[in-house]
């Protein structure tokens, strides 16, 4: 299988190397500054436990590590590949080792790679239709097709166990409307 590279997106910068004796933390709003997010994400981040500041200001004002950073960018990367935030938040977890033993973290990973090769077929299938249409846009104007239905009818056409091979082809064929007479 060819190698995917993630989606290429900006990637922000941690903060400075903090002086001797200090230590750098970043405020909700610097890191959402630097990252090119909402506070409002930020707190969806963190109620989705993807983040958690590290301590509070004397204000009161939520802190983040600069690692904060890098976190928020895999976070963006995994959500461009469709990643569900509770997919994400599984994925980040898995990276503890306290928590999942190395069987426990293939057995899930295995389980996502199959869920992601299933959605690349129903993908090339939804192109394949795409490109079809497109090579022969007039179908559209045929009133005896429904392209709707047709378009419905692809995740049906998705066979979930290989099947015997016949001699029909794999490309899906325009469902007709039934006559009207």
């Known amino acids: 299988m060819p190698q995917v590279n993630p989606p290429s997106l900006p990637v922000f910068q941690a903060a400075t190397e903090p002086t001797a004796g200090s230590q ?3 405020s909700s709003g610097e890191l959402a500054t630097r990252c090119q997010l909402s506070r ?15 301590q509070r200001s004397a204000a009161g004002y939520r802190m983040f590590d ?24 599984e994925m980040i ?3 503890d080792p306290s928590q999942f033993s190395a069987t426990q973290v293939s057995a899930t990973l295995r389980q996502k790679s199959k869920s992601i090769e299933n959605k690349i077929k129903q993908l090339q299938t939804f192109k394949r239709f795409l ?11 045929d009133p005896e097709c429904d392209i709707l239905l047709e378009l419905a009818m692809l995740d049906a056409k998705q066979p979930e166990k290989p099947q015997r091979a016949s001699s029909r ?13």
């Open 169 to 181: 082809s794999n490309s899906p064929k325009p469902v007709s409307k039934p006559s009207r007479s």
């Open 131 to 141: 490109d079809r249409v497109a090579a022969t846009p007039e179908i559209l104007l």
């Open 93 to 95: 977890r898995l990276i």
């Open 66 to 89: 600069p690692e904060t950073v890098t976190t928020l960018n895999a976070i963006r990367v995994a959500q461009q590949a469709g990643f569900t935030l509770a997919e994400i938040g």
């Open 24 to 26: 750098i933390t970043l």
């Open 40 to 54: 409002g994400a930020l707190r969806l981040y963190e109620r989705h436990g993807l983040i958690q500041p590290t």
